[in-house]
């Protein structure tokens, strides 16, 4: 165990699963130290014993309980996660945190979910320093990412917490996975949120529910924009012709309905413009399809009528004006 900064101390262990480390962090406090994502010790619990008294055992997320339940019985502290994380967290938990709470009038739990339901951070500002869970990584040592789609439950979410931690004051961030930042974290955290940015563009809150092709989509474009740029301009060229393709079989017989929304998608694998283009058209089409099963049996036959009415119009004015039907 090392002290990292003035009362706040860490130690890791070595994931061989996942290549890197996975850190817990002592907190001291004036009301008694605060434990977050604690992993059994290597070396001993000589060190951890020194700080005592213990104020409770934090979990991060319902993935980090590590050793929490051995530090909560050895020390005889509360084990604390999140109440809309408590129902699949992998250790007996006596107490629920909702976020804002203060320890010690030194600690803060901070609400951010995305990566689960009750991710929560914990701030130490009078350390200007920040301790996240699975928000984000320390992989590679010297940046930070996070962890794969399937592996998130809500990636737009996720982000907007990311960005609400911009408006705390900390230097030091210091990951449970991964290499801490001990200088220069909230710019680290700052270009994650940049380039995130850049590469799936973040709805408000109250925004319409994204179509999944588009959240499908949006996880092909993490792998698209590693790409060759060769490889990219060509795409951009090949995705062009199809949308004007799709465009000009509005006036000449084809597809467009469907050549169209895929040279969209093509697009928005580069533009955020063709992104949202695309979610509107796929928004559009699913409002008409819900319209149409939503129909009456009688609005139904009425619409089929219409249609044959329609086609029987156009039958006769081309007998009438001699409009052929066929290619000649």
Known sequence: MKQILSGVHTWSVFSEEKGFHFNGYA???????????????????????????????????????????????????PLRIHERDVERAEATVQETVRGGETIGG????????????????????????LIVGDLVIGVPAGSLSTYPDDKIDD??????????????????????????????????????????RRLVSTPSPDAPKRPQAVKRLLRQRRRHVERPKIVRALWVAAAFTVVAAGLAMLLLPGPAL??????????????????????????????ARDKAGNASGTQKVF??????????????????????????
């Open 155 to 196: 990636r737009e979410e996720l982000m907007r917490s990311a960005a609400k931690l911009l408006e705390l004051d900390f230097e030091s961030l210091l990951v449970c996975d991964g290499a801490p930042a001990i200088t220069g974290g909230k710019t680290l955290l700052r270009a994650f949120v940049e380039r995130e």
């Open 27 to 77: 907190v001291e406090t004036s009301t008694g130290t605060v434990l977050v994502d604690p992993p059994l010790p290597a070396e001993g619990w000589d060190e951890l014993d020194a700080l005592a008294p213990f104020a409770g055992v934090y979990v991060t997320n319902r993935n980090h309980s590590r050793a929490a339940e051995a530090f909560a019985e050895r020390y005889g502290a």
């Open 303 to 328: 619409g089929l009528v219409a249609v044959a009415l329609g086609l029987a119009a156009f039958v006769t004015a081309a007998v009438v004006w001699d409009i052929p039907l066929l290619p000649v």
């Open 106 to 129: 030194e600690v803060v739990i901070v609400h951010v979910p995305g990566k689960s339901p009750g991710e929560v951070a914990v701030h130490v500002p009078g350390r200007r320093a």
């Open 258 to 287: 469907v050549v169209i929304p895929l040279g969209l998608a093509m697009l928005a694998l580069e533009f955020t413009w063709a992104e949202r283009a695309l979610e509107r058209v796929l928004r559009e089409a699913e409002s």
